[in-house]
């Protein structure tokens, strides 16, 4: 829960940017991200039928992914523990 929102248990990063957005705008500044790295949760998760995605694709999901993580780490703090495993 933040900002007495409760989060469903989802990877579909645009429906939590749908959440966050009303309380915080700067949230939006990361819908182009959401739409790149939500289907990395679906089509690559499990090796299968999909292709994998190119060496130059998975560095730039680590590098949206990194810069969602920074940007949450800053709006909600006390979600820090979950990366650090440290209380904040």
């Not at 190119?54 to 810069?67: V, Y």
Request: aromatic residues 12%; negative net charge.
């Amino acid at each position: 829960m933040w900002q007495e929102i409760p989060f469903p248990k989802i990877h579909d990063l645009d429906r939590l940017l749908n959440l966050c957005s009303p309380v915080d705008f700067g949230f939006e500044s990361l819908r182009l991200h959401a739409a790149i790295l939500t289907p990395y949760v679906a089509e690559f998760r499990y090796p299968g039928e999909e292709q994998a995605p190119s060496p130059e694709d998975t560095q730039e999901a680590i590098r949206l992914a990194t810069d969602v993580t920074k940007f949450i780490q800053t709006r909600i703090p006390f979600l820090n523990h979950y990366w650090t495993g440290t209380p904040s």
